[in-house]
């Protein structure tokens, strides 16, 4: 299983864009990025996946260099609320696989 | 927008009792697991539940844990002498199965303390 590293802390401000970066030196090829958030007290929810290049939903962005060994998050213009952990998580994909979840990166959003 | 519950919210017990944690999976879920997060540590994975037994688990899922699907809603996670060391929050998740991703969805946890 691919390790991941990431910051253990990021703070930021409302209406700031939040970038953050995982790194994942061995991922493998039929492995895909996925990111969770946990907010306090709440189980982890997903937030976005990708193989490559950039995916965007209506969260968040997911940037994949060519290379693969790392992934960004960007979260746009946080606000209060986006205050979280937020996991970087790699794994192929299939149905049934238990996550395994890091530390995380516990993003702090002040007014 | 359908969710996964869990009972209690949170459970005290004592140390060498026994007890259930209780999840309702979303109803057109096929995969069923349980997590544990210790208060300040990462989420680890327990046990995945599929086709009525168990698919995976992990060396923290030793025989003092067992799963069952009692009937066609309910997923439980039972401890039976539960120690000090077994005080988390537990956190169950559903998957409806694709193979395109599996997006789990986790329940709001139950806090369980032993003391």
């Known amino acids: 299983l691919a390790k991941t590293t990431q910051p253990i802390s990021m703070d930021s401000y409302e209406g700031q864009e939040v970038n953050i970066t995982c790194s994942h030196n061995?991922?493998?090829?039929?492995?895909?990025i996925t990111w969770y958030q946990q907010f306090p007290s709440q189980g982890p929810r997903f937030i976005i996946q990708g193989y490559k290049t950039k995916v965007t939903n209506e969260v968040a962005s997911l940037f994949i260099p060519a290379d693969r060994k790392s992934s960004t998050l960007s979260l746009p213009r946080v606000s209060l609320s986006d205050t979280a952990v937020y996991y970087c998580l790699v794994g192929p994909k299939a149905a049934g696989n238990k996550l395994t979840f890091g530390g995380g990166t516990r993003v702090l959003v002040k007014p | 927008e359908p969710e996964v519950t869990q009972t209690p919210s949170h459970q005290v017990t004592q140390m060498g009792q026994e007890v259930i944690l209780r999840c309702v999976p979303i109803?057109?879920?096929?995969?069923f697991y349980w997590y544990r997060q210790i208060l300040g540590q990462k989420v680890e994975f327990l046990v995945s539940f599929y086709n009525n037994e168990i698919s995976e688990k992990s060396e923290i899922f030793d025989d003092q844990f067992s799963v069952e699907r009692p009937d066609g809603s309910n997923f439980t996670l039972k401890i039976r002498s539960t120690k000090l060391e077994d005080s988390a929050m537990y956190f169950c998740?559903?998957?409806?199965?694709?193979?395109?991703?599996?997006?789990?969805?986790f329940g709001p946890g139950t806090r369980l303390t032993v003391l």
């Open positions: 109803s057109n879920h096929l995969y």
């Open positions: 998740a559903s998957s409806m199965g694709l193979v395109s991703y599996d997006e789990q969805f």
């Open positions: 061995n991922i493998a090829t039929n492995d895909y």
